[in-house]
């Protein structure tokens, strides 16, 4: 089954401490991207990357960071979370115009 | 800056009836356009998309039209379904969708049976 899959999908952890949420995808797909949903903001880009080794920044990169050493993978990593970044996280993949979205991550950070 | 607008956060159809939805930009360098369905606790799913060299595009019950000198697209669902209860987030990109895509702010619909 083609799919998305990020880890976890639920976390609360504290400001300043290093987080990883992982995502991977099976379609073979180069493009993959990092999105945060806000209430009243919609869905904004975080990072994207059109396939290993490069990636560029979206509309929201400040206090992130990804690496796209293979291709099914984009991890997003979180150096020094704060509270300003909790929020619902979406990791994506694509081909064509057709966009596959993870599940979503809940990250609470206090 | 909110490059792509969607001005209304919510509308309510009866089922049967045609649903529109709406979305404005302001950035006249995108050329690409794509709507997505969001359920509660899912990733939002492609729905439809639109090249800007064309004026509208229709899958089944879903229709985009884009007016590129008012920078407006929308979409619209006949017949509308009690299914279709969604948020429906807007999006466009530069270069064919391949590069930075920015999302609007979605528009919950609920469609009353």
């Known amino acids: 089954e083609a799919q998305v899959t990020q880890n976890p999908r639920y976390l609360i952890t504290v400001t300043g401490k290093k987080l990883t949420v992982t995502c991977s995808q099976n379609m073979n797909h180069e493009y993959m991207s990092w999105y945060r949903q806000d209430p009243g903001l919609g869905l904004r880009q975080i990072y994207y990357?059109?396939?290993?080794?490069?990636?560029d920044k979206g509309d929201v990169p400040e206090g992130y960071k990804v690496s796209r050493k293979e291709k099914r993978n984009f991890p997003l990593i979180l150096e020094s979370p704060s509270p300003n970044q909790t929020s619902l996280y979406f990791c994506a993949s694509r081909r064509t115009d057709t966009q596959y979205f993870g599940p979503g991550t809940r990250l609470t950070v206090l | 800056d909110q490059q792509v607008k969607q001005n209304s956060p919510s509308l309510s159809v009866q089922e049967g009836r045609i649903s529109i939805l709406n979305c404005d930009y302001t950035?006249?360098?995108?050329?690409?356009f794509l709507w997505y369905k969001k359920y509660p606790a899912e990733g939002p799913t492609f729905l439809i998309s639109?090249?800007?060299?064309?004026d509208k595009n229709e899958d089944g019950r879903f229709t985009v039209f884009l007016n590129k000198s008012a920078k407006h697209l929308s979409l619209h669902i006949v017949p509308s379904q009690p299914g279709d209860s969604a948020v429906y987030f807007c999006a466009a990109s530069v270069a064919g969708g391949y590069q930075k895509v920015t999302f609007g702010t979605g528009t919950k619909l609920q469609v009353i049976p």
């Open positions: 990357s059109m396939n290993v080794e490069v990636t």
């Open positions: 639109i090249s800007s060299i064309k």
């Open positions: 950035n006249s360098m995108f050329d690409y």
